[in-house]
């Protein structure tokens, strides 16, 4: 399978965080994940870009990150390869431009309803154990086609590089989750008794910042109650969040992590991360632990909270303490299973199979509205492309008007005024607009410092200062050829203006058909490598609602005559970034002939 380089787009909601919060501060388990795994695609050599709550937006780890508030402006200019939600799939609803849509869940499913109306606007579901999958197809038997099972990773060099001299006081336990999980069973009737056999025993717990939490009124209460067995327990000292690195030395350095589970977890990051660090760990034999945990001396049995399982696990807590070479050595055999499984690398590698498979699958099994999506965006040769066959369209002659002609024109203008000031004594502007000469004597009007000059045949060489060329690369079957002819029509210092039509127009206006590529920011600057181009972008529409909607455009690039070769344009590209259309579209496209 040829291996691509993707454009790979993450958006999620929740806890504010940027690419380097894991190393600053403590961070929530699925934030955790996203940056590390965003990092791994990243070094994988694909284009990364986040979207979150981003109190601090910028590129870490060559990846990167903006506030939700820019999905807004990003929706109708960015178009990706891949788009994973993660976690909050309301982001689904979004009409953001991707090939393949996936959502990445972090919870048990306890509203199937919400995501059921949604199915339609995602290819994949990422579940992360089993006992997870079982859960969503339990709860939403529609969604069990678009299952996949994954798992969390683990970014192995933070690891080893916070537990390195680590020394591990045997005597010093650690809890580590969320205190509504386990924090109370634990404080109220395993600690105690714990302590009466093991009285030099300690307990630390992490990652316990609530206070600024808008929480539910009954698990405020619960940690009410937390709060008051905190400050009555022997021997409890309570570390707070702690910095990635900082919290990996803590629990690298613990004896034992203590986690009497009452919460359906579907993975686990605590316990993979403890077990990483040759922690060895009590823990529930439920939910996804019985996954996650690799040793099975580590998991007690009975119902989380009823009074067999504390005996089984204070029975299975004292024999571990009790019993330290043989604790060290299952502790040892989970260590080089989890790293052997749970390393992000590897896992961002696998999502980078299972995307291209994905991806190509659509070719064979849904060519049609694959195709379908192609011609209204304007991609008609890579339509061609995956049908095998040359498309009947109809021929069209001369471009109609704007909807905003009027403001397209002041716009085109401006960008031109613009660039006259770099064009020592630009004097000579042509236009290359098959619209009968009506952009030619517009700026000729609006422009009077030039000589504006429709272009046709073969210009004389090194003849025009700027040259605008509109509604016409995206209808030529070799645009890059085309460019190289038209800088041989300007001078050295001189200036390209490009007016670009792109998206669904033919949902909203005749006439635009004809175009062989759908170009767009990456594909224009596919063109101009290494060159400054400046970009803007005029929206014209939405047509449809929601995910399905299509939009309508154009994009304005202003480029130096002089620079690097030009590159060229990936057919495979336009495919990918493509998703097939809804089914009323491809009937419309159908009916009408187009493919």
């Keep these: 399978m040829r291996l691509f380089s993707l454009d790979i787009c993450f958006v999620t909601d929740g806890e504010p965080f940027h690419g380097a919060s894991p190393e600053e501060r403590a961070l929530g388990g699925s934030e955790t994940a996203l940056v590390q795994v965003a990092r791994a695609l990243a070094q994988r050599g694909h284009r990364v870009m986040v979207f979150c709550r981003c109190p601090a937006p910028g590129v870490y780890h060559d990846v990167v990150y903006k506030d939700r508030s820019e999905l807004v402006k990003a ?242 807590a004292v024999e571990l303490l009790d019993s330290p070479e043989r604790t060290r050595d299952l502790a040892r055999q989970a260590r080089d299973r989890i790293w052997a499984g749970h390393d992000w690398q590897v896992i961002a590698g696998e999502w980078e199979r299972l995307f291209l498979e994905t991806l190509s699958e659509r070719i064979l099994n849904r060519n049609q509205a694959l195709a379908a999506g192609l011609v209204l965006k304007g991609a008609n040769l890579a339509a061609e492309e995956v ?64 000589e504006v000059v429709q272009v046709g045949g073969d210009p004389e060489p090194n003849s025009l200062d700027l040259l605008l060329i509109r509604d016409t690369l995206e209808r030529l079957e070799d645009p890059a050829a085309f460019l190289q002819k038209a800088f041989t029509w300007c001078k050295e210092e001189g200036y390209i203006l490009l007016c670009l039509a792109s998206g669904a127009w033919p949902l909203i206006t005749p006439g635009f058909l004809a175009r062989k590529h759908d170009l767009g920011k990456k594909e224009i600057l596919d063109l101009f490598p290494g060159r400054q181009v400046a970009l803007s972008y005029l929206p014209r529409g939405l047509v449809g609602k929601g995910a399905a909607g299509l939009f309508v455009g154009r994009w304005l690039a202003m480029a130096p005559v002089k620079g690097p070769p030009l590159g060229s344009l990936d057919q495979e590209a336009f495919v990918r970034r493509t998703r097939p259309l809804a089914e009323e579209y491809v009937q419309e496209v159908l009916r009408a002939g187009l493919i």
């Design 387 to 450: 049908l095998g066959k040359s498309l009947n369209l109809p021929c069209e002659g001369q471009v109609p008007p704007d909807p905003d002609e009027e403001g397209l024109q002041q716009a085109l203008a401006q960008a031109l005024l613009g660039i006259m000031g770099k064009v020592k004594h630009a004097a000579r502007l042509g236009v290359l607009a098959p619209d009968q000469g009506r952009s030619q004597k517009r700026f000729a009007d609006l422009l009077p410092a030039l």
């Design 75 to 316: 929706a109708p200019r960015e178009c990706f390869d891949v788009l994973i939600v993660s976690r909050f799939f309301t982001a689904l609803d979004l009409p953001l431009q991707a090939g393949l849509r996936v959502l990445w869940n972090h919870d048990i499913l306890d509203k199937p309803g919400a995501l059921a109306g949604r199915m339609d606007q995602l290819d994949l579901c990422l579940v992360l154990s089993r006992y997870h999958a079982r859960d969503y197809a339990l709860n939403l038997p529609e969604c069990a086609s678009k299952l996949v099972n994954t798992r969390n990773g683990l970014d192995l060099d933070i690891l080893a590089r916070a537990s390195a001299g680590a020394e591990r006081d045997p005597k010093r336990m650690i809890y580590v989750s969320r205190p509504e999980r386990g924090l109370q069973l634990l404080l109220d009737r395993i600690w105690p008794r714990l302590k009466k056999r093991f009285p030099d025993l300690t307990l630390e717990v992490c990652g316990y910042e609530v206070d600024d939490t808008e929480i539910h009124p009954r698990l405020k209460e619960q940690y009410r109650e937390i709060a008051g067995l905190l400050a009555s327990a022997q021997d409890v000292h309570v570390l707070g969040g702690l910095p990635k690195e900082q919290y990996y030395q803590t629990l690298a350095s613990s004896g034992m992590l203590l986690y009497p589970c009452v919460f359906p977890e579907i993975s686990c990051i605590a316990a993979l991360e403890a077990q990483a660090l040759g922690t060895p760990l009590v823990t529930s034999n439920e939910f996804a632990l019985t996954e996650t945990v690799a040793a099975p001396e580590f998991l007690v049995s009975g119902k989380p909270g009823s009074q067999e399982y504390v005996e089984a696990y204070l029975e299975r």
